[in-house]
């Protein structure tokens, strides 16, 4: 059993994650859920229809893995089956935070994957965000949905809808749904920008094999074998890394081997004629 003084801090956490969460907008109205996992047989979790920045202590509700409410004058959130579906395939996570970030819920929206080696700090702390498939919220099409490739990622992006996180306590999870919400607003720049020069495969590695160092356990390593992560349950990840340095342009190529014509914009033929005179210059 925990005890009343580590159940205290629990509480405590899960108002400060939600308050949090309030005061950078990644939540809206009553929108978002967070959990802990208290042991075996109980976890602790946000009430429904209560704004996560507004939350006290004794609002939390206590439940066991089938659900059903064992402590708390509330209702847990409708949400819950999600969370129970991550605790159930991750036993070494012990916290979950779902909210509606919205630049990461734009890519959500849009069908983009956070899945480019751009960042040294995501690369060694998350690897790739893909997007579990749309599914109706409070539904349980979206525990499925996450079933899919949660054994393999600690934060995921949520079709239509937001995102998820999980760690090894509920401060670890808040602070790499804080990592998605400003990768995504990065990635949006470049994008913006015109230009994405990813990280090398070889690189990539190097920054994997330090996650030891830094004690981060999860999340799994690259597919080297891309019907690993076409399987019903990904064990692997989709990094987008190339063998070389850098890429030019990568979207424009891309299009040019689909249809064997290239289109480009202003930005990008400029973009592509100062890549080429650095090339040369270098
Ligand atoms: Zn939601």
Known sequence: MTSSRADAQIRA????VGRRLYARAYVASNDGNISV???????????KSVSKGFM???????VDYGGHK???EREPSSELPMHLEIYRNRPDVNGVVHAHPPLATGFAVAGIPLTRAVLAEVITTLGSIPIAEYATPSTSEL???VRKYIKAHDGLLLANHGAVTCGRDVMAAYYKMETIEHFAKISLVARLLGREHLI????VDRLQGLRGMYGIAAPADICTDPSQAAADQATCQV??????????????????SRDGEIRLTYRELTALIADAVRHLRD
Request: aromatic share 0%; no cysteine.
């Open 13 to 16: 956490d899960i108002v400060e």
């Open 37 to 47: 996992r208290l042991d075996g047989e109980r976890l602790i979790t946000t009430p």
């Open 56 to 62: 006290t202590p004794e609002m939390m509700v206590v």
């Open 70 to 72: 064992i402590a708390g």
């Open 143 to 145: 525990p499925e949905a």
């Open 200 to 203: 090398s495969r070889a690189e």
């Open 239 to 256: 990094l987008e890394a190339p063998e070389s340095r850098t890429r030019l342009v990568p979207d424009v190529l891309e299009q040019a």
